[in-house]
């Protein structure tokens, strides 16, 4: 896996908006953070558009995401938040871009799509973090999720790296140890690649899952596809987010529905970890190999995230 630099003192932020519209006001938050903290910032022309419930067409969209993969001064590119319809850009991304110049891309819920579509084609790393959103708009940004996310991007790791997440963690069906690279995210954006030529490699892979807003049985259905789909009989582990604002079934757990799917399988099963939608969050990057110990109940990174 490819990765870039890590991220210094003075390096430039774009900000894209590749999902639902973001406010003028929300924008410049964002740019205050990090300006704040030395960095330069650029914002994306077509960044505050609107076309129905997306922020800008796809093109428009497509455009400014291609505007910042090219630009030489930007290091990192931040998906001002998430909402819907950033799979319409799949097919419209200068991936090439990327591979010329590996760059930090960051976000989750909706852009996760992008996250794995654009590692699966590039074999560059991409950044399952907050998006610009949780930098001091709405939330904001938890000093957990905040340092987690810094140390990722901006430190040399001494490998391998253990995630801080062993209280958090709950392991529901242990294992040998699994280790393969990372892909996954928000469970309903990224069963949209199943399918299609953007899909990643699933088999040894990890998969991440994780949901919010989103009752017992969908959670149940989504990951019946995934089992039809043959993803769940090829991953060497599974790791489950927490499960943010989302409706009981007093008929079975969240825990129950995902064993009955698994199985017939023998991967380590870890769930409740720390990421995506929850306001404590880790940074993941996507595509890199991470180590899942369920008799441990750790996370590593095993593969570093930057250079």
Known sequence: ?????????????????????????????????????GHPVKVAPNALARFGFMAGTPKQRADDLNLMLRDPEVRMIIASRGGAGAAHLLPLIDYAALEAAPKFLVGLSDPSILLNAITARTGVATYHGPNGVKFGVIGPLTRFSEDNFWTIVGERLELP????????????????????PLFGGHLKTNQ??????WAPEWRGAILLIEEMEVGLARMDAMLAHLRLAGVLDSIAGLIVGQYVSCDAVEAETLEEIVLRNCAGTSFPIVMNVPIGHTDDKI??????????????????????PTE
């Open 1 to 37: 896996m490819r990765v870039p630099k890590r991220f210094r003192p003075g390096d430039t932020v774009g900000i894209i908006s590749p999902s639902s519209p973001i406010t003028p006001e929300a924008i410049e938050a964002i740019t205050r953070y990090f300006e704040r903290r």
């Open 192 to 197: 949209v690649l199943l399918g299609t030529p």
């Open 283 to 304: 940074t993941v990057p996507i595509g890199c190999r991470v180590r899942v110990d369920s008799r441990r109940g750790t996370l590593e990174l095993i593969e570093s």
């Open 161 to 180: 790296y253990a995630y801080p997440v062993v209280d958090a963690m709950h392991v529901i069906r242990e294992g040998s140890v699994a280790e393969g």
